[in-house]
């Protein structure tokens, strides 16, 4: 789509979408739940704005994990992303720092995530946040 026309719920919800794909299940419970497939971020995007569109920090939940992991239950998906400890410790680490959504960085945003290049957009967006905290050292 134009560049122009680079919304952030257009970017979100096409970045959702490779993110189920990605998943094809609940991660929660490593099975077809009930219910839809939703893509829940582990670090929350208005906290956490430049993991927004991180990869590693948003996994396909079912709307019924989903909700316990945002209402209840917050442990079972803190475990199952303890797989990946150096990930999570990365993401703990930079999870306050900014970055500036512009249209150009939407539009590639929403390139990879058409294009289900998931692993493209991770390094993207390291980069975005490293780029973002180097500028402000």
Known sequence: ????DTTLTKVQTAFNSAV?????????CDITCSGNLEASHFYARGGSSGLRFYPPNVHSQC???????HNRDQ?????WMQRNVEQLDWMSRVRSRPVKYSQAVLK???DFAM???LSRL????RNLITGAS????
């Open 75 to 79: 442990l079972t998906y803190a475990t």
């Open 122 to 125: 991770t390094n993207y967006i």
């Open 134 to 137: 180097d500028d402000a050292e």
């Open 115 to 117: 294009n289900d290049e």
């Open 63 to 69: 709307s019924k994990h989903h909700m316990d992991f």
């Open 108 to 110: 590639d945003i929403y």
């Open 1 to 4: 789509f134009p560049s122009h």
């Open 20 to 28: 189920r794909r990605r998943d094809g299940h609940c991660v929660t």
